[in-house]
């Protein structure tokens, strides 16, 4: 079943199958960057989707040639000047909590790129667990060519993927990066030829759906939270994670498989 929120210019489109929830980004004429309807229309989807049982894996992708141009702040801000403190009031709402969504919730998050992932779009597949690239796909941070600071955790981000000096490379310097940099750098997980893109990404997406959900959330969540825990905590972590993750029934699926020597059929739960 496909589902849209539109709005005046673009729209977020949602349709859902075998566990998986596809979300498109919709304004091809100005690259797929978001409107605020928009902005709010993802934040509402990924929302709904964290405590969404039947979910198994999502799928984020931009209509057409581009993935997403990032924010419009052209269009954001030319009704009238803002009032002071409007970016602290909105943006955690919004572009801060799409991120901080992608990069929490206990789903696998897949975003395919092509074209343009720039500012907060960039930011989204970097966030992301696994973004396959085409050939095509700039990778682009234009906060300070565009004279203010980063956001949507650009600054977090980065320097945990490639390291500081090419973070400061795109960050300070606003270099572009191809997809086949970005895969040889370890910015995102795979470039692949265009033509090939929608295939790569769909065996990727029905490979995460059909594994252990649960566990997959649990060891996505020990991941990130080793990232500023010392190794005790880390495996502290991990022992809560396999407490919660052994009581399942994808669990005994996993050792009834080995024992009969088949592969697991896991049902998420």
């Known amino acids: 079943m496909a589902e849209s929120t539109v709005t005046e210019d673009g729209r977020v489109s ?3 199958k075998d566990g998986v929830l596809r979300i498109t980004l919709d304004r091809p004429a100005r690259r797929n960057s978001l409107s605020q309807p928009m902005v709010a229309a993802l934040v509402g989807a990924l929302t709904d989707a964290a405590t969404d049982d039947s979910l ?4 984020l992708r931009g209509a057409e040639a581009d ?7 052209i ?6 000047r803002p009032r002071t403190g409007d970016l602290v009031r909105r943006i955690p709402l919004g572009a801060h909590r799409i991120i901080e969504l992608i990069h929490t919730i206990h789903l696998p998050v ?8 720039a500012g907060l779009g960039c930011n989204i ?7 396959v690239a085409a050939d095509d796909a700039v990778f682009w941070e234009p906060f300070l060519d565009r004279g203010f600071s980063p956001d949507s955790g650009a600054t977090w981000l980065l320097p945990r993927l490639v390291g500081l000096a090419r973070a400061k490379s795109m960050l300070l310097l606003g270099e572009k990066v191809t997809g086949t940099d970005a895969a040889d750098w370890g910015l995102i997980h795979r470039c692949v030829d265009g033509s090939e893109l929608d295939d790569v990404v769909e065996e990727l997406v029905t490979r995460l759906a059909s594994g252990p959900t649960v566990a ?12 500023h825990a010392t190794l005790p905590q880390a495996m502290t972590q991990e022992l809560f994670d396999l407490e919660l993750s052994c009581r399942t029934g994808d669990f005994k ?4 498989a080995f024992r009969e020597k088949r592969a697991p059929e896991f049902g998420g739960r």
């Open 14 to 16: 949602t349709s859902r």
């Open 56 to 59: 198994r894996a999502i799928h």
């Open 67 to 73: 993935f997403c141009a990032g924010v419009d702040w």
């Open 75 to 80: 269009a954001t801000n030319a009704a009238q």
């Open 110 to 117: 897949v975003c395919s790129v092509r074209g343009w992932a």
């Open 125 to 131: 597949s970097l966030a992301a667990d696994f973004t």
């Open 216 to 227: 997959i959330g649990l060891a996505k969540q020990a991941i990130h939270y080793g990232q």
């Open 253 to 256: 699926e996993g050792l009834a």
